[in-house]
């Protein structure tokens, strides 16, 4: 009679991910299968359902949280030692909670974030039209700037290998700054002020409270401006600036703009030179006028204390002039380019010398 000694069977080898995402569907195996091995009992945790397929199974995660699958081999000799793989069972991430700032100004820095989730490989932001994420993207927080963004909603979505969470939103309410414009000039003669009406140009609801500075002074504030543009009349001389805008929107006013108020000098005209020249030779005598002001110049003249014709559209200082006359030569007044008028000073004398008559006694 001949005995067969048979063995049991062998400690399953079972391959399969050790980390699944809930709802996945995975294959798990074993191989190589023991050809002495009649069946195979399966176990399988964390609330995961399976389908037996004898040396191999398929599970199913939807629901499922971290657990072991398990199996041993049976044969006629008995039962094998359990093989297991832990299996951790990852999800998406959860929705996220937004924190931040919910009514901004155009224009604005703001911060935005999200609780850290472990879950939580990388997260995904977008922002309304215009508005810029200037930093942060792919993290738990960012950095918006609000220049040129309208009102809409700030979202988020958690992202990690199983996928991404549903997405949390924000909604952020843009309000625009109210804005003032100043623009205008002038300019007078020293000695001569006037006044000068500057404009600023308001938007945004009145009323409006203003601050200007001349020549970087701030000056009294104006308050309760409800007229646009704005009539800022001034008198002294400086360049003008606006320093701050306020009305009833809670955001600060934006400004822009300057005007230039310029005091001239008034001109002046010294005039030099003297000589003489002979009784109805033709000659002329040089005369020269040094000039202050702004080119270019007009001179009028008097000679013997009679206005002659103005000489026009002087460029050049000294001015030299011929005096072909013989008389006192004065400047009565000159005028420069930027209008302003003063009376001159100085003379000049221009001889005449009668010719001599020769006599012939017979």
């Given at each position: ?98 924190a931040g700032v919910a009514s901004v100004c155009n224009g604005e820095i703001a911060n935005y974030s999200v609780p850290l989730d472990p879950n939580a490989t990388s997260y995904t932001w977008t922002v309304p039209a215009g508005a810029t994420i200037t930093s942060g993207q792919g993290t738990n927080a960012i950095v918006i700037n609000w220049t040129g ?214």
């Amino acid at each position: 009679m001949n005995i067969t000694v048979g063995q049991g069977p062998a400690v399953p080898t079972l391959t399969g991910p050790a980390t699944v995402c809930e709802g996945d569907v995975i294959n798990y195996v074993i191989n190589p299968v023991d050809p002495s091995t009649t069946s195979y009992t399966w176990t399988v945790g964390g609330n995961a359902s399976f389908t037996d397929l004898g040396s191999s199974i398929q599970v199913d995660f939807s629901g499922a949280v971290d657990g072991q699958i398990c199996v041993t081999g049976t044969n006629a000799c008995g039962t094998s030692a359990q093989a297991c793989i832990a299996v951790t069972v990852d999800d998406v991430p959860a929705q996220p909670v937004i924190a931040g700032v919910a009514s901004v100004c155009n224009g604005e820095i703001a911060n935005y974030s999200v609780p850290l989730d472990p879950n939580a490989t990388s997260y995904t932001w977008t922002v309304p039209a215009g508005a810029t994420i200037t930093s942060g993207q792919g993290t738990n927080a960012i950095v918006i700037n609000w220049t040129g963004g309208a009102s809409g909603n700030v979202c988020v979505r958690a992202i990690n290998a199983c996928g991404q969470s549903p997405q949390a939103c924000f909604a952020v309410s843009v309000n625009a700054a109210p804005t003032a414009t100043l623009s205008g000039s002038g300019s007078y003669c020293a000695g001569s002020p006037q006044n000068f009406n500057l404009s600023i140009d308001l938007t945004g609801a009145s009323p409006w409270d203003i601050v200007y500075a001349i020549d970087g002074l701030p000056q009294a504030p104006i308050t309760g401006v409800v007229t646009d543009p704005y009539i800022l009349t001034v008198s002294a001389p400086g360049v003008y600036t606006l320093v701050s805008l306020d009305n009833i929107a809670p955001c600060p006013g934006l400004v822009s703009g300057t005007a230039t108020i310029t005091e001239n000098p008034l001109p002046s005209a010294v005039l030099s030179g003297s000589g003489s020249i002979c009784q109805g030779s033709g000659d002329c005598i040089p005369l020269s006028v040094l000039l202050t002001g702004t080119p270019p110049w007009s001179v009028t003249f008097t000679l013997n204390g009679t206005p002659q014709a103005p000489i026009t559209g002087i460029v050049t200082n000294p001015f030299a002039f011929d005096a072909c006359q013989g008389g006192t030569y004065a400047i009565s007044q000159v005028t420069d380019a930027n209008g302003c008028v003063e009376t001159g000073s100085g003379s000049s004398v221009v001889g005449v010398n009668t010719a001599v008559t020769e006599s012939t006694s017979r």
